[in-house]
């Protein structure tokens, strides 16, 4: 296996740096305090959708730098210690770990200042309907499945995989599970998909899911996004307008979804704005890849190295892990500037990122 080269892992700057806390939350230069890490399994994946990376000659991280169960957890303990409440699996997918309910029930146990913590994930769903059963028992409690088409001819040609009936499959044995909220993501594209809006939140709707959409992000391994592509949050919430009546849910707080009922409630449909209506401000999340790489912005260019902490063997390694944690919120930025003329690309892509 060839690893991806990981680049660019700085340290806060040294001005900011001497004003870092040493104690309490995990609170960046701005006030935001961070809640939520999203944890990367695997950059593997079972799908090879075309705005995510290409079907062939994909550079898969080494296995040897892949965090161990024990690695992750690791890590999650001191997060926790320091106030994350929720841990969200994702990959790649992250059901092609096959140690994945044990990684689920080791992260169920801990306990942070306010008590248990969350364990949600985000999936294909292709692996559900075997593996659910074991991953409720283990503590899951949220779920994500993405599905961007329920069009047979679509979703082989935006997947390059022909597998459909088993994402759908793996959606009805979420539906039939009890875990709620249940979100349904799709990536709105145009040309692609921008027709089927309505239908995709009919299917939701009927198998007691939320259905959110994403504004296409530059976040593909072949840096060929163009914005040109994308379907922005006015368009999907003037096609869904055209259907139901959309009532604006107040106190949205740090969730990367704006939602609305559907003609007054309870079903509820969301909008994940990232370019035309970034919500930077009230961003709560890092993220932790699977090569052990802190990420405090998933359009970061930067990013804080745990590896040494956790293999070095020698020193106070929770300390060592919770420096870097505050390294990497303090030199959080106050936003990803997607709309400046200045913004680069991240090098990795969102496979290798983590959603």
């Not at 740096?17 to 999203?38: I, K, Q």
């Not at 303990?77 to 080791?106: H, M, N």
């Not at 599970?177 to 089927?196: F, I, M, Q, T």
Request: hydrophobic content about 45%.
């Amino acid at each position: 296996m060839t690893a991806v080269p990981v680049v660019l892992r700085s340290a806060a700057p040294a001005r900011a740096a001497a004003a870092m806390p040493v104690d309490g939350p995990l609170v960046d230069t701005h006030g935001r305090v961070h809640r939520d890490l999203r944890i990367s399994l695997t950059d593997r994946c079972s799908l090879r959708c075309t705005y995510c990376m290409p079907e062939q000659g994909n550079e898969w991280l080494a296995r040897s730098s892949i965090l161990s169960v024990d690695e992750i957890v690791e890590v999650a303990e001191v997060a926790a210690s320091l106030g994350i409440t929720t841990f969200r699996l994702t990959g790649g997918e992250p059901l092609l770990r096959t140690d994945i309910a044990e990684i689920v029930a080791r992260l169920a146990a801990l306990r942070g200042p306010d008590g248990p913590v969350e364990i949600a994930m985000t999936t294909n769903g292709i692996r559900l309907p075997e593996l659910l059963p074991d991953l409720v028992a283990a503590g899951l409690r949220r779920l994500n499945i993405s599905i961007d088409t329920i069009r047979r001819d679509r979703f082989a040609a935006l997947t390059r995989r022909d597998r459909l009936d088993d994402v759908l499959a793996g959606i009805a044995a979420a539906a039939a599970s009890g875990l709620r909220p249940l979100k349904l993501n799709a990536v709105a594209l145009r040309d692609v998909n921008d027709d089927e809006l309505v239908d995709l939140v009919a299917f939701a709707v009927e198998a007691g899911a939320e259905m959110r959409f994403i504004e296409q992000m530059p976040l593909d391994a072949g840096h060929t996004w163009d914005r040109a592509t994308m379907v922005p949050r006015e368009e999907i919430l003037a096609a869904l307008s055209r259907r139901w009546e959309l009532t604006p849910v107040p106190g949205r707080g740090g969730a990367p979804a704006e939602t609305w009922l559907l003609d007054g409630g309870p079903r509820r449909v969301g909008v994940i704005a990232s370019v035309t209506a970034p919500f930077c401000g009230a961003c709560d999340r890092l993220r932790l890849t699977a090569d052990g790489q802190l990420r405090n912005c998933l359009f970061s260019i930067a990013e804080y190295d745990l590896v040494p902490a956790l293999r070095s063997g020698t020193g106070p390694r929770a300390t060592a892990i919770e420096e870097r944690l505050r390294a990497c919120v303090w030199g959080k930025l106050p936003g990803h500037a997607i709309n400046d003329p200045s913004f680069l690309q991240p090098p990795r892509g969102m496979n290798a990122i983590g959603g």
